[in-house]
T-cell receptor, first 115, second 111 residues
Framework: GAVVSQHPSWVICKSGTSVKIECRSLDFQATTMFWYRQFPKQSLMLMAT?????????EQGVEKDKFLINHASLTLSTLTVTSAHPEDSSFYIC???????????FGPGTRLLVL | QKEVEQDPGPLSVPEGAIVSLNCTYS??????FMWYRQYSRKGPELLMYTYSSGNKEDGRFTAQVDKSSKYISLFIRDSQPSDSATYLC???????????FGGGTRVLVKP
C-alpha cells in the first residue's frame, strides 16, 4: 500500500508555544490530505481537509487560526498548532488518498503533549 | 444518533477463534466501505476495501457489505494474538474523499 509519513512522531512543548507537524506522501502525490485528531479510546475526528495550492477546509468547531494548515506541495502538508495549551494534547494523524482511488492511507501519527 | 454505529467492545476471543465485527450506518449514500486496524499509539492501517454490496476475501479476512440493511461486517479467521487491536470501519459516498468512521471495536485475542 501507499506510504504516508509524519514528523515528529511525538513532541512535548510548553504551553503558549507553537508546534508544527509534517505529513508526507512518500511514493505518490496527494492533492488532498486530511488531518485528524484522536483522543484516548476514541475514534478519529476529522479536523480539516488540506488542499494543495489553496486554503484548507475546516470542520465545524475547529478553529482555523488555532490549527494552521499549509499544503505547499503535492507531497507535503503541515499542521501548526499555535499557542498550544494542555487541552491541545492529543494524537494527530494525517491521511491521503491515492489519485482516483477511494481509500485513504494514514500516517503513523504524532503524539503531542503540552505542559 | 451517529451516522455510523460500532460496538466499542472489548471483544475477547481465544486464539484460533473467528472474530466477527460489524457496523451499521444510516446514510444510504455511502458506497465505499473500509476496515482499518489500529494498534495502540499507531496510525490506522487499511485492511479491506469494498465497493457497494457483496463479499471480499483476503487471506484470513472477509468483508461483507449489505447495503439493503445498511450493515457491514469483518470476519477474521484463525485469530492470532497479533490481531489484538482496535478495528475501525469507515465509509464514504460517491463524491469527495471524506470518510465517516465508526467508533472502533477493541479486540483482544488471548493465547
Amino acid at each position: 500500500g501507499a506510504v504516508v509519513s509524519q514528523h515528529p512522531s511525538w513532541v512535548i512543548c510548553k504551553s503558549g508555544t507553537s508546534v508544527k507537524i509534517e505529513c508526507r506522501s512518500l511514493d505518490f502525490q496527494a492533492t488532498t490530505m486530511f488531518w485528524y485528531r484522536q483522543f484516548p479510546k476514541q475514534s478519529l475526528m476529522l479536523m480539516a481537509t488540506s488542499n494543495e495550492g489553496s486554503k484548507a477546509t475546516y470542520e465545524q468547531g475547529v478553529e482555523k487560526d488555532k490549527f494552521l494548515i499549509n499544503h505547499a506541495s503535492l507531497t507535503l502538508s503541515t499542521l501548526t498548532v499555535t499557542s498550544a495549551h494542555p487541552e491541545d494534547s492529543s494524537f494527530y494523524i494525517c491521511s491521503a488518498p491515492l489519485d482516483k482511488q477511494e481509500t485513504q492511507y494514514f500516517g503513523p501519527g504524532t503524539r503531542l503533549l503540552v505542559l | 444518533q451517529k451516522e455510523v454505529e460500532q460496538d466499542p467492545g472489548p471483544l475477547s476471543v481465544p486464539e484460533g477463534a473467528i472474530v466477527s465485527l460489524n457496523c451499521t450506518y444510516s446514510n444510504s449514500a455511502f458506497q465505499y466501505f473500509m476496515w482499518y486496524r489500529q494498534y495502540s499509539r499507531k496510525g490506522p492501517e487499511l485492511l479491506m476495501y469494498t465497493y457497494s454490496s457483496g463479499n471480499k476475501e483476503d487471506g484470513r479476512f472477509t468483508a461483507q457489505v449489505d447495503k439493503s440493511s445498511k450493515y457491514i461486517s469483518l470476519f477474521i479467521r484463525d485469530s492470532q494474538p497479533s490481531d489484538s487491536a482496535t478495528y475501525l470501519c469507515a465509509m464514504r459516498g460517491a463524491a469527495g474523499n471524506k470518510l465517516t468512521f465508526g467508533g472502533g471495536t477493541r479486540v483482544l485475542v488471548k493465547p
